[in-house]
Structures are given as structure tokens and as C-alpha cells.
């Protein structure tokens, strides 16, 4: 009888570690899918701000991380781009790519596990309730940490997750960043960061098209350097870039964000200004020229714009007429003496 019952008792003890280990498969299953759902999500992902979203989400739902930092590299520092609400506000926003546990993981390229931040001289946890912490680098993008209250918290699994996950955004990041640099290149003139001529077919179309549909102003100035080959002449090509360069700094100091700059020619730019009718348009022109000027005192530099200006006349009209008849007025200022605007 004795050993009937000690049996029973064995099959009873087998039967809740049995079912134990079903639990814990089918929970890392379900994690496992949902991982699977976030990597979906992130080869998707048009920006890095929604990448970001996409990891700290993961964190909390799947991985179920409460503490969290995501740090992207800036030059030659690391940039806090998000932190988990409970963490106690901190100005260190930005710190060194070299600093402590995370300019470790980033050097080498490889996840650091701290089971016990106590005595560690590298680890600079902000709370001195943080007992152990995770730290997975973001490819050559940046760097994940997670810490925790207890020691020794972060199971294989969990670190085996997080580090998919992280491998997930990583590709992601990856994405976005090539696309954008192979948009830069195709849509901007690589000397002076203007849209290129292929930028103006692109983007001033949609601005025409806002325009007729919404019946609003659209106004163009065409931007010529004056003497500009004499420049290149006296003063060599290297000091010509730069004074392309330099007035498409100074051009931008003056004009909003929404308008566009694009480089028509060697010298000549086009600026597109929508929501703007001639007068306002011709305010922007004289404030560009004026601002020119006094830069050039103040940077000691000797150079000067002429300006031809047109509006948008409706539906019918199109970029090259637009273009037509800004060149005329530009011609015209050039006539009359330059570093002045003339209309058409």
C-alpha cells in the first residue's frame, strides 16, 4: 500500500512538472509570435521614430522590460531617444559614445549581462535601486540597456529575445538610413545640399498641384551670383564652391522650412515659395538680398545676387513656364545692373 501510494504520489509530482513546462512553452511560444508580428512591423517602418516606438513597445508587451533605455549614436555621442516613465528625469540626455557600460557594449559589439551591478566601477546605473542590468548594442546604431530592481533577472531566454528583437531594429534602422541617403543623393546637389534638378521635377509638380487645388499662391524667384565666373577666375574653383555653398547657408537663413531651394546651373538657384502671391514673394527676395549683404561685411565675403521673380498663373501653367519667365526677369535684372529683383 505504501508503495501504491508513493507512486501515485511520483505520477502526481510528474504530472505538475509536466504541466509546468507546457506552460512555459506555450508561453514562450506566444512570445515568440509576438516577436514575430514586431519584426513585421519593423521591416515596415517608414522612419526611426517609429522603429524606437516599435523596440519599446516589444520591451514592455513581450519582453516585459519596465526598465528601459534606448541611446542612438550622434557623432561622437549617445543620444537618449527613449526612457521608460518611471525612471527619474535625467540631464543626461546626451553623453560620450566612449562612456561606461554602453560605450563597452557599443565598442565591442556585443551584449553585456550584469547580473550584479554592485562593485562594478563601469556601470553608473542613475538609481542606486538598479541590482542588475542588460546591455545589447543597437548594430553600430546605438544601444538597449534595461536594468532591474533584483539580481540576476535577466533569464537566457529573455536576453535571446532581446536580442533578436534588437537584431530586428537594427536591420530596420539600416533600411530607413539607406533609403533616405539614396534619396539624398538622387533629389540634392551634393556640394551645396539644394534639391537637385531631379528634386524640381519631383517636388514642384506636387507644389503646382497644391496650388490648383487648393487655389492657392505659388510664387518662383530665379537666383543668379553676379560675376560669378570672374570669382572662379580671380579666385580659384575651391573658393567658388565654397561661395555656392555659402549662399545657399545664407539663402536659408531667411527662407521657411516648406520652401524649396533647388540648384538650376552653376551658379543659379530656384527658389519655390508656396502660400506666397508676388508681393510677399518679392518681401522674401529683398530680405535674401539685404541679408546677403550684411553677411558679407560681417564675414568679409564680396559677392552678390540678381533675382527674377513670377507667380503661379493657374491651371494651364506648368514648371517649365514658370521657369521661362522667371529667367526673363532674371535677365532683366542682370540688364539693369544687377544685384537687384526684376518681375514677370
Not at 487648393?214 to 553676379?226: A, E, H, K, T, Y
Not at 515659395?273 to 539685404?290: F, H, N, P, Q, V
Request: hydrophobic share 40%; glycine share 6%; aromatic share 6%.
Amino acid at each position: 500500500m505504501v508503495e501504491h501510494g508513493a507512486t501515485d504520489e511520483k505520477d502526481l509530482s510528474c504530472g505538475v512538472k509536466r504541466n509546468d513546462l507546457f506552460e512555459i512553452l506555450k508561453k514562450n511560444r506566444d512570445r515568440i509570435r509576438q516577436l514575430h508580428n514586431v519584426a513585421l512591423q519593423l521591416s515596415k517602418a517608414e522612419n526611426e521614430e517609429r522603429i524606437y516606438d516599435l523596440i519599446i513597445e516589444a520591451s514592455r508587451k513581450i519582453l516585459k522590460f519596465d526598465t528601459y533605455s534606448l541611446d542612438i549614436v550622434e557623432g561622437e555621442n549617445l543620444v537618449v531617444k527613449r526612457i521608460s516613465e518611471c525612471v527619474t528625469d535625467s540631464d543626461t540626455q546626451v553623453y560620450s559614445k566612449q562612456d561606461g557600460i554602453a560605450g563597452r557594449t557599443l565598442r565591442e559589439g556585443k551584449t553585456i549581462a550584469l547580473g550584479s551591478l554592485a562593485g562594478n566601477c563601469e556601470a553608473k546605473p542613475i538609481s542606486s535601486d538598479y541590482k542588475s542590468a542588460l546591455s545589447i548594442p543597437v548594430g553600430i546604431y546605438g544601444v538597449f540597456q534595461t536594468a532591474s530592481n533584483v539580481e540576476d533577472a535577466y533569464r537566457e531566454e529573455d536576453i535571446d529575445l532581446a536580442e533578436l528583437l534588437i537584431a530586428h531594429a537594427a536591420e530596420a534602422i539600416s533600411r530607413v538610413r539607406a533609403r533616405k541617403e539614396i534619396f539624398r543623393l538622387t533629389y540634392h546637389d551634393c556640394l551645396t545640399g539644394a534639391l537637385s534638378r531631379y528634386g524640381l521635377s519631383e517636388f514642384a509638380m506636387m507644389e503646382i498641384e497644391k496650388a490648383r487645388k487648393c487655389d492657392s499662391p505659388l510664387s518662383m524667384i530665379m537666383i543668379d551670383i553676379d560675376n560669378f565666373k570672374a570669382i572662379n577666375d580671380s579666385m580659384g574653383h575651391v573658393y567658388g564652391d565654397f561661395i555656392l555653398s555659402w549662399i545657399v547657408r545664407k539663402i536659408k537663413e531667411v527662407i521657411r522650412g516648406s520652401d524649396l531651394i533647388i540648384r538650376w546651373g552653376g551658379d543659379e538657384f530656384i527658389l519655390m515659395l508656396a502660400g506666397s502671391d508676388r508681393s510677399k514673394a518679392s518681401m522674401t527676395a529683398e530680405r535674401i538680398r539685404s541679408h546677403i549683404k550684411s553677411e558679407c561685411e560681417r564675414e568679409n565675403v564680396k559677392v552678390a545676387v540678381s533675382m527674377g521673380l513670377t507667380c503661379y498663373h493657374g491651371t494651364g501653367d506648368g514648371v517649365d513656364q514658370m521657369i521661362f519667365r522667371a529667367d526673363i526677369a532674371l535677365y532683366e535684372a542682370k540688364r539693369q545692373g544687377k544685384d537687384c529683383l526684376r518681375t514677370f
